[in-house]
């Protein structure tokens, strides 16, 4: 029989995974009101809050494994009752809430394409611009899609949290979750967004962002433009 957790009112209303489940049946609502009416009267695609509500439900998704997975398994402890709490609550939920901020930022940016194709500088690419073990004619699913890029930016999260101050806004960390996700977590680890960010220059930190707007040793305008908004991204949180 199930049983609810002695702090249920306090998951309730504090787990970043419950409030983005929350957001997704507004969007999702909203979805059905609209199609209702005349979506193009309203200046707006058909299915706009239906397709942004798949995107946060995905990092609801995100949200809930983060603060329950064993990625942070020394700030996860199991009381009594075998509820599980967080001994360092307020870190945990804010990387799991720049992870989930993270995957709105970069879903847009890359699109998602269910066949594999080639990108700027020729490299096999699917979905939402993953590139690991992508081979020309691969194809994918929508959900396939989400999945993975839930999968991946959890992961490259993961990678560049020691090239990072461990105290960090959420907004600031996911503008670098989303830079890393493109540039990959090598590269972002041996840059100097990490050399300032570890040193304290937070704001020279964000300012580097702008300097990784090249691909084939070119400038790429959607590559600046993408830089531009992660930088904007990135010092709203300071």
Not at 74 to 83: L, N
Not at 90 to 110: K, Y
Not at 170 to 181: D, P
Request: net charge positive.
């Amino acid at each position: 029989m199930f049983k609810l957790l002695p702090d249920w009112r306090e998951v309730l209303l504090r787990a970043w995974s419950i409030r983005l489940i929350l957001l997704t049946a507004v969007l999702s609502g909203l979805e059905v009101v609209v199609s209702l009416l005349d979506a193009d009267l309203l200046g707006m695609p058909p299915g706009a809050f239906a397709a942004l509500a798949g995107v946060i439900s995905i990092a609801a998704t995100v949200a809930r494994l983060v603060q329950q997975s064993g990625i942070w398994s020394e700030d996860i402890v199991q009381d009594e009752s075998g509820a599980l709490r967080k001994r360092h609550a307020a870190g945990v939920a804010g990387v799991a809430a720049a992870i989930a901020l993270a995957i709105t930022t970069i879903a847009p940016w890359e699109g998602r394409e269910l066949r594999a194709y080639r990108d700027i500088v020729g490299i096999p690419t699917i979905c939402f611009g993953e590139t690991e073990g992508v081979k020309m004619g691969d194809v994918a699913t929508e959900a396939e899609c989400h999945t993975q890029l839930a999968k991946r930016v959890a992961q490259f999260e993961a990678a560049i949290r020691p090239c990072l101050p461990a105290s960090l806004p959420e907004r600031t960390r996911a503008a670098f979750i989303s830079a890393a996700y493109n540039i990959g977590s090598h590269g972002f680890c041996r840059s100097s967004m990490s050399r300032r960010a570890l040193s304290g220059d937070l704001r020279g930190a964000c300012d580097a962002l702008l300097m990784w707007n090249k691909a084939g040793g070119r400038v790429v305008r959607g590559l600046t433009n993408r830089r531009k908004a992660e930088r904007d991204l990135c010092l709203s949180g300071l």
